[in-house]
């Protein structure tokens, strides 16, 4: 209470002073009704002022008093200069905002344990070793029954944990007219128990919930979907659902904060992975795993002996391979297990953003460097115009600790308020991030608490901000000299140093990150602009699922429907969409030799296809309608290279491994298969209606309609194709529209994202470099007016007076621009993998960003010549 | 709380006696009442009695408050508070343990 009232009475201190006084004239003027004298009731109080001081220290708290001077002194000094300070602190609320934001994402997706008991004993486990391109890769999913013998090899020192990658699946709790989706992870059913998760509602699953393969159809839904669907109806429980082929019923509903272990992605429903189609198959990779190492065991053993089980594992599946040489099967064999930690979850969010985050967390570093750079070298100047004002607090008694205050509690209110301001972009800046990452049907939804650890690191930012910029400052101020000072000021040149090199060191910083964002620009630039073999334009592809296995002809028999709807130029069939994700793999011989060490990649199409996506024959035919697989084959130019190795492959013949053989019938030109950053893949085209040993068409469960439209907006033609497939045939279900040239462009969505920020923060850096340069030239030739005058009395052209004022301020330019060079060469090796087809020592990407530094110090350095150089001479000397 | 000597430690012995005999007197009354109380032996300077009435008035013994006087002069106002009423208790009785024990010195010697 008491502390209070003094902490109170701090805060307002001109109203404390005035009632001290009120008491003191109502005392005087009752003794004077009593009959004393004015002069002698006076006096009884002795110095009006210290009795003041006296009363007032009592009934306030001293410190805080003197701060509150400090700090209005220090708010009136801000408000004098309105235009520098707010300068100032908009590039200071730009840059801890950007850092903070930054941090925001980086901690999400990165640092922030998993809400789990012990998420510090967590690793995952992947392996090393070198891809089919023949780089160096690592893979982190994993076959089930090698799972298995892993789990039962380590199992007196950890728990394995299977959890798919989560997966967009259609799912109907009603009728199939109500298909939604959902995003599902098949799990171990002792992962619950092994995290530590308790239920919301109803059970977890458990290990006897994960026994035998596809008997065990009981669903567990996160807190978060059960919020979103449900409304959190506890009724839930009970209910059933189907995906796929099977009925689960919802047991349970899972703790608050666990949102699955896949950061990145929050996890709907959890199923177990014996209910997973591949939960048999020792060749099917789709499952991450996880391990939970108890407490006091050492992570090296363990990884030894998973490395040596999974080892064992694969040579023995390798016995089953036939035809392929011995080293193609090492090179399959040839991989390391890693334990990595794992606390913060496991997902491909967080290793294909990785270095981009931390790259950006650099670049917004380096911008908040140069902004602090900036706001230092503004205290300086400013500490050097009031050394006569510092030099008289000295003389009148003033501590130098108090001088030190004086100084950083102006430094304190200009970094709190732009941390306040920063706080404000970094609320809004994180999400709109994550919201350029999200693929329209696949939202990345991270988890962005505003908590103590988003909160401490802000403060902790603007502190250290304030500190760097303001002490200096500060302790310069305090160890003002008052003879010197008031005798008519020290030697300027001491403070142009201090300037000088951080001039310096802004242009190294400014270069690095407009050397970066050169960069990323031109992988943008580059992977835009990579041709991809079809035409995107107009095509729209309708991923459609039945209700069970239908024969290709119907499949046909829908698309020959969506041929008549009007507006529909041409429509075929294909397995998957290009660039959207599939991926299917063998070796291949050719001509009945045994397989070479490459993997082909295949895609199943119906005849029409390759003209609908626009692609172009180089020679032989498209399908017929005749046309089965096993039996035809159009391979791209690529497939034809590498394996037929420049000879005509029309009419030779290719095996898929472990299958029969088919003839190729025609050759097209090169379109990217996957991804469009990496080199063309062999690709082999083969007909959609293929047939089983007995000479059956094979039913498809799903696949996807390629329609090229009339008018130039595909999306126009959406909803009536949604609502046509199943009046074509009522099994049918579209269950995602997306434009082709919508899925081109979501490749690019990293390279996009890091251009354009490095663009802005490159523009920002500029920016800012370039108002520094300018004060601290401005600064300078204010310090020098009179030796400038002097020279100007004295006859120096304007040339020489240019020169004085610019030379060592761009000396100090080019030595920055030098280290931004060194700096940045040697930085590009971390962000070598955002990188596509530029080179770090390419001249044109150091070329640029020196140019535009220069150009920028030339304009920042206009001003500051010109006044040099309109210096009167006369009125300079005299004013002195 | 800060140490008090033993001739400020009277004065708030004395000022709160006083305000608990009188409450609501202002600092020119509790002067007065020091001066004819003691028979003019006594006297609290203003110097020090303001600072130790605001002191106390910040350890919480006793509380201020302004009031218009029927001459229309504004006056600061001092009553006792509880805590006030335990602290005048201590104090007294330490006033009477040093007073009678200093007495005892006297006789001895």
Known sequence: ?880 | MRKTDSLQGSLDLLVLKILSRRPHLHGYAIMTAIKDGSGDVLRAEEGSLYPALHRMEEAGWIRAEWIVKDTGRRARIYELTAAGKRQLDAEESRWQAVTSAVNRVLRTV
């Open chain 1, 1 to 880: 209470m008491s502390l209070r009232s003094r902490i109170v009475n701090a805060l307002r201190g001109d109203r404390l002073s005035r009632e001290i006084d009120e008491e003191v004239q109502s005392h005087m003027e009752e003794a004077v009704d009593q009959g004393r004298d004015p002069a002698e009731a006076r006096r009884a109080f002795g110095s009006a002022l210290q009795y003041r001081e006296a009363s007032r220290d009592v009934r306030l708290v001293a410190w805080l008093d003197s701060l509150r001077a400090d700090a209005i002194f220090g708010w009136r000094q801000l408000m004098k200069r309105k235009v520098t300070s707010a300068a100032a602190i908009l590039s200071l609320a730009l840059s801890i905002g950007a850092c903070t934001g930054a941090f925001r994402l980086i901690d999400a997706l990165l640092l922030r344990p998993l809400p789990v008991a012990d998420p510090q004993h967590l690793y995952a486990l992947s392996r090393e070793g070198i891809g089919f391109d023949g780089k160096p890769a690592t893979f982190d999913g994993w076959a089930y029954p090698a799972f298995r013998v892993m789990r039962a090899a380590v199992k007196d020192q950890a728990e394995l944990i299977a959890i798919s990658y989560a997966e967009r699946m259609d799912l109907t709790y009603k009728s199939d007219a109500e298909m939604e989706k959902a995003s599902v992870q098949y799990v171990s059913g002792w992962m619950f128990g092994t995290l530590g998760l308790r239920p919301t509602l109803g059970r977890l699953l458990t290990e006897n919930d994960d026994l035998q393969p596809r008997t065990h159809p009981y669903a567990v839904l996160s807190y978060d979907y059960w919020t979103l669907r449900f409304a959190r109806d506890p009724r839930v429980i009970g209910r059933a659902f189907r995906l796929g082929d099977d009925l689960y019923e919802i047991v349970g509903v899972g703790p608050r904060p666990f949102t699955g272990t896949e950061t990145g992605t929050v996890t709907d429903i959890f199923a177990p992975t014996m209910m997973h189609p591949g939960a048999v198959h020792d060749d099917w990779v789709w499952h991450r795993t996880l391990a939970r190492l108890k407490p006091g065991v050492a992570v090296e053993p363990v990884r030894a002996r998973l490395d040596a089980t999974s080892r064992a594992f694969e040579e023995e599946r390798a016995k089953g391979f036939t035809g392929m040489s011995k080293q193609d099967i090492q090179k399959t064999l040839d991989h390391r297990l890693l334990l990595d930690h794992a606390a913060a979850g496991a997902s491909g969010l967080q290793s294909s953003y990785r270095v981009s985050l931390l790259a950006l967390g650099v670049l917004v570093a380096l911008v908040l460097l140069i902004a602090c750079a900036n706001v230092a070298n503004l205290m300086t100047a400013q500490a050097a115009s009031r050394a006569r004002e510092m030099a008289l607090r000295v003389s009148i008694g003033a501590g130098r600790w108090r001088l030190v205050q004086l100084v950083l509690v102006e430094s304190a209110i200009l970094a709190c308020i732009s941390g306040a301001m920063g706080a404000v972009l970094a609320w809004w800046s994180a999400p709109f991030v994550v919201g350029l990452v999200n693929p329209p049907d696949n939202p990345a939804r991270l988890a962005l608490p505003a908590d103590w650890r988003v909160l401490g690191f802000g403060l902790a930012l603007t502190l250290g901000v304030m500190l760097l910029f303001g002490l200096t400052a500060a302790l310069r101020a305090s160890a003002v000299k008052p003879a010197i000072a008031l005798k008519g000021g020290e030697d300027p040149h001491t403070r142009r140093h201090m300037m000088h090199a951080l001039i310096a060191a802004q242009v190294t910083f400014c270069f690095v990150v407009l050397f970066v964002a050169g960069l990323f620009s031109a992988t943008f630039e580059r992977l835009s602009h990579r041709p991809t073999g079809f035409i995107a334009d107009r095509l729209l592809t309708l991923d459609t699922v039945a209700q069970r296995d239908e024969s290709p002809v119907f499949w046909d028999q829908v698309a020959e429907h969506l041929r008549g709807v009007p507006g529909v130029q041409s429509v075929a069939l294909a397995g998957w969409r290009l660039l959207g994700g599939g991926d299917w793999n063998r070796f291949v011989s050719v001509n009945g030799a045994p397989p070479g060490p490459d993997l082909a990649y295949f895609l199943a199409v119906s005849p029409g296809w390759v003209d609908t996506m626009k692609i172009p024959f180089i020679d032989g035919r498209d399908f017929r309608p005749s046309d089965t697989w096993p039996g035809a084959a159009i391979v791209n130019e690529t497939f034809a290279k590498q394996f037929f190795k420049g000879e005509s492959p029309l009419g030779q013949s290719i095996t898929k491994y472990g299958e029969r053989t088919c003839k190729v019938v025609g050759v097209v030109r090169d379109a990217p298969y996957r991804s469009i950053r990496e080199p063309i893949l062999p690709v082999a085209y083969v007909p959609f209606h293929r047939i089983d040993e007995h000479g059956a068409l094979q039913p498809l469960r799903d696949a996807t309609f390629m329609v090229r439209t009339v008018s130039a907006n595909p999306m126009a033609l959406a909803s009536i194709l949604r609502r046509e497939v199943p009046r074509a045939r009522s099994e049918f279900r579209v269950s995602s529209i997306r434009t082709q040239a919508e899925l081109v462009r979501a490749q690019t969505v990293r390279e996009r994202l890091l251009a354009m920020l490095g663009l802005f923060f490159a523009g920002v850096a500029l920016l800012l470099a370039g108002i520094g340069l300018y004060g601290v030239l401005d600064y300078s030739v204010l310090q020098r007016r009179r030796e400038i005058g002097i020279r100007l009395a004295i006859g120096a052209p304007a040339g020489n007076i240019a020169r004085l004022v610019t030379v060592e301020v761009f000396g100090m330019v080019l030595m920055g621009a030098l280290a931004g060079v060194a700096l940045g060469m040697a930085s590009v090796r971390y962000i070598e993998t955002l990188l596509y087809q530029v080179k770090a020592g390419d001249p044109a990407m150091l070329a640029l960003p020196s140019l535009t530094i220069l150009a920028a110090a030339l304009l920042a350095a206009l001003p500051a010549v010109y006044h040099a150089v309109r210096i009167d001479p006369v009125a300079m000397l005299r004013a002195d």
